[in-house]
């Protein structure tokens, strides 16, 4: 979950002007299939209509607040990350892109959305500090090229949600020897980091062992209680 800082009230939708540039536009895909926008569920869900058919998208390598959580109701920069999403679709003509996997576990469409001028909205979001970037294998084609990048700008820049989180300020810790410090990509209560933002498998067992025992990050995949077994 997203802490906001004591000192931040977010009150407006954001706009350009102050969130940065967006980055720069590109070439739509071959293949990407043209879709209509019926409306922006939160900052990173849409639904649309694609081949004539209603469904639900969900945005691929992005995390966004949530507007309706089942126990939390609305979290922090929610409201804001679906108005920009609402900003960048409406009334522009877009179209979605594939990756590997079809759909996710609650049957929603898994795409990248491309505004016509070649800007892809999942790096969009990211860039401005409107969502962070989760990653699912293996639907990660952008992740590292783009939405990294991007998401590094965004928090030195302070954009956004990283203007309004209250990042952890925790000392190295010594574990099996050795001194290790939260990765970069560590946001408290949030899937933001995976095995390759570990410099090894005792970083990582550390970091599930005192950060994330609930393994929120997934680092334990098969549920024996070690991290990242891939690591040297």
Not at 111 to 138: K, Q, S
Not at 187 to 200: E, K, L
Request: aromatic share 6%; proline share 9%; charged share 20%.
């Amino acid at each position: 979950m997203v802490t906001p800082a004591a000192t931040t009230t977010p009150t407006a939708a954001p706009t350009q002007a102050n969130l940065g540039p967006s980055p720069a536009g590109s070439s739509v895909p071959p293949g990407c299939e043209p879709a209509q926008l019926t409306r922006v569920i939160d900052g990173d869900t849409i639904a649309v209509v694609v081949g004539g058919t209603a469904d639900v998208v969900r945005l691929i390598g992005v995390d966004a607040p949530e507007l309706h959580h089942p126990t939390r109701g609305a979290e922090p920069y929610g409201a804001e990350a679906a108005a920009y999403l609402t900003a960048l679709l409406d009334g522009h003509g877009f179209c979605l892109e594939r990756d590997v996997s079809e759909r996710d576990r609650y049957g929603r469409l898994l795409r990248y959305v491309w505004l016509d001028d070649g800007t892809l909205v999942n790096e969009a979001l990211v860039a401005a500090g409107m969502a962070m970037v989760v990653t699912y294998p293996p639907d990660v084609k952008y992740a590292a090229s783009r939405f990294l990048p991007a998401q590094q700008a965004a928090r030195e820049a302070g954009r956004g949600l990283w203007g309004a989180v209250a990042l952890p300020t925790l000392p190295a810790a010594s574990a099996g020897g050795g001194l290790f410090a939260p990765p970069a990509c560590y946001v408290p209560g949030r899937n933001t980091c995976n095995c390759s933002d570990f410099t090894s498998r005792a970083h990582a067992q550390w970091f599930h062992d005192t950060l994330d025992p609930q393994d929120v990050n997934r680092l334990d995949a098969d549920g024996d209680g070690l991290a990242c077994e891939s690591l040297p």
